[in-house]
């Protein structure tokens, strides 16, 4: 094999591999971050709704725990819930998988996806603290 064919075979061979793409960068390159799983966006819309509420009831929602849980441990086959609720325990736990699979949206979209969301947290502190979820949202922002 002549010289100068076997120096290109060993640059190329640096560079590819043998399906051509070991030379190239990552797609989002390293000045950009990579964003979160649906998990970690699901537990900070619920973290941004819970902070709202406690701060609107403190009374009410003073040392309650606000929890994700993926699946609840038995369900019905029927009717699966979407949040558990312990006034003893002084917990509330949405489950996320049903949250985002069963429930319909008209749009499914980021942000009708963090509205649906939302709604969960509002309905479940509702069934909580023995309110309509219409009355815990005193400013507006989010109902």
């Given amino acids: ?3 100068h064919r076997q120096r290109s075979l060993a640059r190329r ?3 590819h591999d043998r399906h ?3 030379g190239r960068s990552s797609v989002l390159g390293p000045e950009l971050f990579i964003v979160g799983q ?3 966006q699901f537990s900070s819309i619920v973290a941004g709704a819970a902070d709202y509420l406690r ?3 403190e009374q009410e929602l003073t040392g309650v725990a ?3 849980g993926a699946m609840p441990a038995a ?3 029927d009717e699966v819930p979407r949040w558990w609720t312990s006034k003893l325990e002084r917990r509330i736990v949405l489950f996320r998988v049903p949250i985002e699979r069963l429930s319909r949206m008209h749009r499914n979209d980021p942000e009708h996806r963090q509205m649906l969301i939302e709604s969960m947290v509002f309905r479940a502190t509702a069934e909580y603290v023995g309110r309509d979820p219409w009355d815990l949202d005193k400013d507006g922002r989010y109902l």
């Fill in 20 to 22: 051509g793409r070991a």
């Fill in 75 to 77: 369900a019905d086959p």
């Fill in 55 to 57: 701060g609107a009831w």
């Fill in 1 to 3: 094999m002549p010289r």
């Fill in 38 to 40: 649906r998990s970690e």
């Fill in 66 to 68: 606000f929890e994700v």
């Fill in 13 to 15: 061979a640096v560079r």
